[in-house]
């Protein structure tokens, strides 16, 4: 804060309390007045004295006011209204900095950055100071928190469950071009836009035994007697739509123990046996997806996940006992999404609670869940497909694993007269997996226990009904559809390209923002030389951002001019980033081969973390990492071609990335992707795609016209054809020159200072075995990327098809994919609600045990 920011913000005392109709206002008096309220009452600082820190809580505060009015006014008009409620479950959502979303959100972005500039201060730099909430690995997250914005525009009930994890995904450093893991604090200045929800926390049992008896009234009963148990406590975050009044909530569940503190253990002398119960039942919520390569770390992934479903499936029957309707009716007034297979537990769970806590009968029960739940596939490997070891399993949820066992006996019997004397098909539906090791199968624990099951792109879709969950689909074929992935252009247009936006909405109008369709309207001006002009330069200024950010994040000066060749995503072999690296390599060796090679200046930028314990994954972060350490200090090629690794990829990064690159990398195995929302990023930003037939980019090319997509590869079909007839990559490494003179450049070390040994298990995987096909799709790949250099060096083609890239990506809203989960899966409808001011408010919600303040949508 300067000086003179400090003079200026000194000079306004904290306001007297304002008449309740005004305190929320949007006028930028009334911003003005309320901040210097909050860096006063709730910092307890003099503005003068305000550190960065404060100022961001002071404003996030002030904002959240506007949010909290309209949250009760919300949770006021769901109580009055018979609306079935969206319960979405998700073990991560990646939900990004709150402060700018929702000044978008509420459209006081403007009139905020004046009040504050007024006051000496820049928006900017306030911004910067939100520590985002790492509570995501990537495109499940991500898409979880675009679900949550498009859900509270469209005005859905609904209420998002995950967990707090109090150190989210880690912080990623590179040191000596190897990935470093930092523990991500970003719970260390607070959170200031949750709320505590102290008196609905829930006890949450784990391992320990059952006993089988029979009641007074002579029924058959199990008790389970657990071995720990720990409680489970709420924190609510708003969920603002946009230029709505509907906040939902996202309710995240953080583990404690039943008592923090031993006061006996601690008298007599043993300080950490005192504590001992908290330490480990908060490692339940400490980390975002623990290391599972050892027993201990699979039995903590287990046990997270019941946790939160357990703590959800618990919130949602008190919010049925609170509202007065009968537990026979939760089918009816929740639409329980199951976000992949990770809280698929839920569903033995909500057995256990309906015929252990509230009696009701087997078949009762099973009709409730399963009008209840519903699951999202996310994935085409086998080996993504969560299983749990038999006895993992049965030591940590012993009453789970009975109710699987009676599942499964039920089922297997509809199977057995369905298809009778096909014991190959039973080993293949059964919910355990008899083959070797024993294990539990999630996914068709979800498939049986769900109304409808969905992929996330139409090839996906058909992938998953013809292969993955074939048995499946020929069982219960009506269960299955499709519902594309989608993004949310709030964050991912309005409030991270706001110079593309402005010029956007001085050509169409603001109505894209709330309908993406209406881009269509800028399809006309493609043509228009001036307007492309326009285009290009508010690309350009984007470029030069992210290249100042590489310089000073990396040292890597990059000219914004050459073209920037982006690949941003976990990095997993069958996304294949090497796959890119191959073709740098190429380009470096046709330069090295021939000075005058034609080769148009480009940035590869590349940014994503590799899991912990996928040491292969982080291994290709060195290969990407080493490749441009020689490339940049070559004064041959520097100036041609740069490689740069942007570390620690996250949202606020992304909101960088993708308003500023020319070209989006998708180039995944056909038919390994199940949809990617990345690319549908790239593609509303103007960038243009290469990529694989797999997943939406079908779809993208489909939706912005083939001359518009750069297309290579084979396809899913000819994948599984080609690996049917025995698929030898050695033998495109022989007859390929120019393939063969990069492998062997990489493979003797010239990448890796003489080291031939540092990359060898990447290059004799490929060679040998080559699971993704890389070496098949190499010609193909670099004969598309010839034609991606002539579309740049022609720069009216270019631009033209920036334009329509955006212009035509409408259908990739999460708005659009929310409307179909809301009339073909979940059967819900909009709740409009009214902005009710505090004197108007009835004291219903006190009456309902205080519901009014976060019913989330009951």
Same mark, same amino acid.
């Given at each position: 804060?300067?000086?003179?920011?400090?003079?200026?913000?000194?000079?306004?005392?904290?306001?007297?309390?304002?008449?309740?109709?005004?305190?929320?206002?949007?006028?930028?008096?009334?911003?003005?007045?309320?901040?210097?309220?909050?860096?006063?009452?709730?910092?307890?600082?003099?503005?003068?004295?305000?550190?960065?820190?404060?100022?961001?809580?002071?404003?996030?505060?002030?904002?959240?006011?506007?949010?909290?009015?309209?949250?009760?006014?919300?949770?006021? *008009?769901?109580?009055?209204?018979?609306?079935?409620?969206?319960?979405?479950?998700?073990?991560?959502?990646? /939900? &990004?900095?709150?402060?700018?979303?929702?000044?978008?959100?509420?459209?006081?972005?403007?009139?905020?950055?004046?009040?504050?500039?007024?006051?000496?201060?820049?928006?900017?730099?306030?911004?910067?100071?939100?520590?985002?909430?790492?509570?995501?690995?990537?495109?499940?997250?991500?898409?979880?928190?675009?679900?949550?914005?498009?859900?509270?525009?469209?005005?859905?009930?609904?209420?998002?469950?995950?967990?707090?994890?109090?150190?989210?995904?880690?912080?990623?450093?590179?040191?000596?071009?190897?990935?470093?893991?930092?523990?991500?604090? =970003?719970?260390?200045?607070?959170?200031?836009?949750?709320?505590?929800?102290?008196? =609905?926390?829930?006890?949450?049992?784990?391992?320990?035994?059952?006993?089988?008896?029979?009641?007074?009234?002579?029924?058959?009963?199990?008790?389970?007697?657990?071995?720990?148990?720990? /409680?489970?406590?709420?924190?609510?975050?708003?969920?603002?739509?946009?230029?709505?009044?509907?906040?939902?909530?996202?309710?995240?569940?953080?583990?404690?123990?039943?008592?923090?503190?031993?006061?006996?253990?601690?008298?007599?002398?043993?300080?950490?046996?005192?504590?001992?119960?908290?330490?480990?039942?908060?490692?339940?919520?400490?980390?975002?997806?623990?290391?599972?390569?050892?027993?201990?770390?699979?039995?903590?992934?287990?046990?997270?996940?019941?946790?939160?479903?357990?703590?959800?499936?618990?919130?949602?029957?008190?919010?049925?006992?609170?509202?007065?309707?009968?537990?026979?009716?939760?089918?009816?007034?929740?639409?329980?999404?199951?976000?992949?297979?990770?809280?698929?537990?839920?569903?033995?769970?909500?057995?256990?609670?309906?015929?252990?806590?509230?009696?009701?009968?087997?078949?009762?029960?099973?009709?409730? *869940?399963?009008?209840?739940?519903?699951?999202?596939?996310?994935?085409?490997?086998?080996?993504?497909?969560?299983? =749990?070891?038999?006895?993992?399993?049965?030591?940590?949820?012993?009453?789970?694993?009975?109710?699987?066992?009676?599942?499964?006996?039920?089922?297997?019997?509809?199977?057995?007269?369905?298809?009778?004397?096909?014991?190959?098909?039973?080993?293949?539906?059964?919910?355990?997996?008899?083959?070797?090791?024993?294990?539990?199968?999630?996914?068709?624990?979800?498939?049986?226990?769900?109304?409808?099951?969905?992929?996330?792109?139409?090839?996906?879709?058909?992938?998953?009904?013809?292969?993955?969950?074939?048995?499946?689909?020929?069982?219960?074929?009506?269960?299955?559809?499709?519902?594309?992935?989608?993004? *949310?252009?709030?964050?991912?247009?309005?409030?991270?390209?706001?110079?593309?936006?402005?010029?956007?909405?001085?050509?169409?109008?603001?109505?894209?923002?709330?309908?993406?369709?209406?881009?269509?309207?800028?399809?006309?001006?493609?043509?228009?030389?001036?307007?492309?002009?326009? =285009?290009?330069?508010?690309?350009?200024?984007?470029?030069?951002?992210?290249?100042?950010?590489?310089?000073?994040?990396?040292?890597?000066?990059?000219?914004?001019?050459?073209?920037?060749?982006?690949?941003?995503?976990?990095?997993?072999?069958?996304?294949?980033?090497?796959?890119?690296?191959?073709?740098?390599?190429?380009?470096?060796?046709?330069?090295?081969?021939?000075?005058?090679?034609?080769?148009?200046?480009?940035?590869?930028?590349?940014?994503?973390?590799?899991?912990?314990?996928?040491?292969?994954?982080?291994?290709?972060?060195?290969?990407?990492?080493?490749?441009?350490?020689?490339?940049?200090?070559?004064?041959?090629?520097?100036?041609?071609?740069?490689?740069?690794?942007?570390?620690?990829?996250?949202?606020?990064?992304?909101?960088?990335?993708?308003?500023?690159?020319?070209?989006?990398?998708?180039?995944?195995?056909?038919?390994?992707?199940?949809?990617?929302? &990345?690319?549908?990023?790239?593609?509303?930003?103007?960038?243009?795609?290469?990529?694989?037939?797999?997943?939406?980019?079908?779809?993208?090319?489909?939706?912005?016209?083939?001359?518009?997509?750069?297309?290579?590869?084979?396809?899913?079909?000819?994948?599984?054809?080609?690996?049917?007839?025995?698929?030898?990559?050695?033998?495109?490494?022989?007859?390929?020159?120019?393939?063969?003179?990069?492998?062997?450049?990489?493979?003797?070390?010239?990448?890796?200072?003489?080291?031939?040994?540092?990359?060898?298990?990447?290059?004799?995987?490929?060679?040998?075995?080559?699971?993704?096909?890389?070496?098949?799709?190499?010609?193909?790949?670099?004969?598309?990327?010839?034609?991606?250099?002539?579309?740049?060096?022609?720069?009216?083609?270019?631009?033209?098809?920036? /334009?329509?890239?955006?212009?035509?990506?409408?259908?990739?809203?999460?708005?659009?994919?929310?409307?179909?989960?809301?009339?073909?899966?979940?059967?819900?409808?909009?709740?409009?609600?009214?902005?009710?001011?505090?004197?108007?408010?009835?004291?219903? &919600?006190?009456?309902?045990?205080?519901?009014?303040?976060?019913?989330?949508?009951?």
């Amino acid at each position: 804060m300067t000086q003179a920011a400090r003079a200026r913000t000194a000079e306004a005392a904290p306001a007297a309390d304002s008449h309740d109709d005004t305190r929320t206002a949007m006028s930028g008096a009334t911003l003005r007045r309320a901040f210097l309220d909050h860096v006063f009452y709730t910092q307890g600082k003099l503005p003068g004295l305000a550190s960065p820190n404060d100022l961001y809580q002071a404003l996030a505060h002030t904002v959240r006011d506007r949010l909290v009015q309209r949250w009760i006014s919300t949770a006021e *008009t769901y109580l009055g209204h018979p609306s079935r409620t969206v319960a979405y479950l998700s073990a991560e959502f990646l /939900v &990004g900095p709150h402060l700018g979303n929702n000044l978008v959100n509420l459209g006081i972005f403007d009139e905020v950055r004046e009040t504050m500039a007024e006051l000496g201060l820049d928006l900017d730099e306030l911004l910067a100071q939100e520590l985002e909430p790492g509570l995501g690995n990537g495109g499940l997250g991500r898409l979880a928190a675009c679900f949550m914005d498009s859900l509270a525009t469209l005005q859905i009930p609904a209420l998002g469950y995950g967990i707090r994890y109090e150190y989210g995904i880690f912080q990623q450093s590179i040191v000596d071009g190897q990935q470093i893991e930092l523990t991500d604090t =970003w719970l260390r200045h607070g959170n200031p836009w949750e709320i505590q929800r102290s008196e =609905w926390a829930v006890e949450v049992k784990l391992g320990g035994h059952t006993e089988h008896y029979t009641d007074d009234r002579g029924h058959y009963r199990v008790r389970w007697v657990p071995a720990k148990t720990v /409680v489970g406590v709420p924190f609510d975050s708003p969920i603002l739509g946009y230029r709505v009044n509907t906040v939902n909530t996202l309710r995240l569940w953080r583990a404690e123990a039943t008592e923090a503190f031993d006061f006996g253990v601690f008298n007599r002398g043993d300080y950490l046996g005192a504590v001992n119960k908290k330490v480990t039942s908060e490692n339940l919520t400490k980390v975002l997806y623990p290391n599972d390569e050892t027993e201990q770390g699979k039995e903590l992934r287990l046990e997270q996940q019941y946790f939160f479903v357990s703590c959800s499936l618990q919130d949602m029957l008190r919010l049925l006992d609170a509202h007065g309707i009968p537990v026979t009716r939760f089918h009816e007034k929740f639409a329980v999404q199951l976000n992949d297979t990770h809280p698929a537990i839920g569903i033995a769970e909500l057995m256990r609670l309906l015929v252990d806590e509230h009696s009701l009968t087997w078949d009762d029960a099973w009709h409730i *869940t399963r009008q209840a739940f519903a699951y999202t596939n996310h994935t085409l490997l086998p080996e993504a497909l969560e299983t =749990w070891p038999l006895p993992l399993f049965a030591r940590t949820l012993p009453r789970h694993l009975e109710i699987i066992y009676e599942i499964n006996s039920r089922f297997l019997n509809e199977v057995r007269i369905r298809y009778f004397g096909d014991e190959s098909r039973l080993s293949r539906l059964s919910l355990i997996d008899e083959h070797g090791a024993r294990s539990v199968r999630m996914a068709h624990l979800a498939c049986v226990g769900s109304h409808t099951i969905n992929g996330v792109a139409e090839l996906h879709s058909r992938l998953m009904r013809e292969d993955v969950l074939k048995d499946f689909h020929e069982l219960y074929p009506d269960r299955f559809t499709s519902v594309t992935n989608g993004v *949310t252009p709030r964050r991912w247009i309005a409030l991270s390209n706001p110079r593309l936006s402005r010029l956007i909405c001085e050509s169409i109008g603001d109505g894209w923002i709330q309908d993406l369709e209406q881009l269509r309207g800028l399809e006309p001006h493609a043509e228009d030389a001036s307007f492309r002009e326009r =285009w290009r330069a508010a690309r350009r200024e984007n470029k030069v951002d992210l290249a100042r950010l590489i310089r000073d994040t990396t040292g890597v000066t990059v000219d914004p001019d050459s073209m920037f060749d982006v690949m941003v995503k976990r990095i997993h072999e069958y996304k294949r980033q090497h796959l890119a690296v191959l073709h740098i390599v190429a380009l470096y060796h046709r330069i090295k081969s021939d000075a005058h090679a034609d080769i148009a200046p480009r940035t590869f930028l590349f940014a994503g973390k590799a899991a912990p314990g996928y040491h292969y994954a982080k291994l290709m972060i060195r290969l990407i990492t080493s490749v441009g350490e020689v490339i940049n200090r070559d004064p041959q090629v520097r100036d041609r071609l740069k490689v740069v690794f942007l570390p620690n990829f996250n949202v606020t990064y992304g909101q960088r990335v993708y308003p500023a690159a020319d070209l989006s990398e998708q180039i995944s195995l056909a038919g390994k992707e199940a949809s990617g929302t &990345g690319n549908m990023k790239f593609a509303m930003n103007g960038a243009i795609t290469i990529g694989t037939m797999d997943g939406a980019n079908i779809e993208l090319r489909e939706a912005i016209g083939a001359e518009n997509f750069f297309p290579f590869g084979l396809s899913a079909s000819e994948v599984y054809a080609l690996k049917a007839s025995g698929y030898r990559p050695a033998d495109y490494y022989e007859s390929h020159s120019e393939l063969r003179a990069v492998i062997d450049l990489l493979s003797q070390g010239f990448f890796s200072r003489g080291d031939p040994t540092v990359f060898q298990p990447i290059f004799g995987n490929l060679l040998h075995h080559d699971p993704y096909m890389l070496l098949a799709d190499f010609a193909s790949y670099v004969l598309c990327q010839n034609d991606v250099t002539a579309a740049f060096s022609d720069q009216p083609r270019w631009d033209r098809m920036s /334009v329509l890239s955006s212009a035509r990506s409408g259908r990739f809203s999460s708005d659009r994919a929310i409307r179909e989960y809301c009339e073909r899966i979940w059967r819900v409808q909009p709740v409009p609600v009214p902005l009710l001011h505090r004197a108007a408010m009835s004291t219903a &919600g006190t009456r309902r045990n205080g519901e009014a303040g976060a019913s989330g949508g009951m």
